[in-house]
């Protein structure tokens, strides 16, 4: 059954500074990789997907990034700042089923002013 | 301005009733679908549904049932054996190999 971890479960970063979130997904056979933002009581906004036949995406201050041979992805944020702190999610759909994204449980971002 | 929009934003309900969560979306998407959320898990997808008058199981259907006689309209039911229902309901929704967009949540609570 695939799952999928994110590391760290938690993060606190002083402002301006760069940082990873990491995704792993137990099959590497992942396809429509997304990452979501979360803000407290809120649905998810959707921040980058990574297709099928796409390596990495970029968006503004974000990148995310998916290595196929491994399963794992990794978001990238430049120059964080205050309106950052939310919870990042990376979902991703098992193998041919494109509409059955599994979810990982977030990692929790706090930018310190 | 384009959306999903979920209604209520709370729902008190005493255990034993069934009760009926909203989610309409104007974005013309033909995929829809209802996840919930717990404390320290991730999304679990109840149903799903791809066209009109077509849904699917997710992976966590039983006590849950929905149906899709619109294309615009996704209502989920939460029937009286849903062992727990007390959660945060996220209804999406998609075009195929898009992002997901998502509606705000509707918070139940079952006493």
Redesign the interface.
């Known amino acids: 059954k695939q799952e ?1 971890t994110q590391i760290p479960a938690a993060l606190s970063v002083p402002e301006g500074e760069n940082l990873v979130l990491n995704c792993s997904f137990t099959d590497s056979a992942i396809y ?1 990789l ?1 990452w ?1 933002r979360q803000d407290p ?6 921040l980058l ?1 990574i ?1 099928s036949s796409q390596r990495e995406q970029t968006s503004g201050r974000l990148n995310a990034s998916l290595d196929k041979s491994s399963g794992r992805s990794t978001l990238y944020i430049a120059a964080s700042q205050p309106g950052d702190s939310a919870t990042y ?1 990376c ?1 991703g759909a098992p193998g041919g089923a ?9 990692t929790l971002l706090a930018v310190q002013p | 301005d384009g959306g999903i929009t979920q209604s209520p934003k709370y729902l008190f309900r005493k255990e034993g009733q069934n009760v009926t969560l909203s989610c309409e979306q104007n974005l013309n998407h033909d995929a829809m679908y209802w996840y919930r959320q717990d404390p320290g898990q991730g999304l679990r997808l109840i149903y799903y549904s791809q066209i009109v008058n077509d849904f699917q199981k997710g992976d966590i259907a039983e006590g849950y049932s929905v149906s899709r006689e619109k294309k615009e309209s996704f209502p989920l039911t939460v029937t009286s054996a849903q062992k727990n229902p007390t959660a945060f309901y996220l209804c999406a929704s998609s075009r195929y190999n898009s992002p997901l967009h998502f509606g705000n949540g509707t918070r139940l609570t079952v006493t």
């Open positions: 999928v429509n997304q979501f009581g809120k649905g998810l906004t959707s997907l297709q999610l979902a494109t509409n059955k994204l599994i979810f990982g449980t977030g």
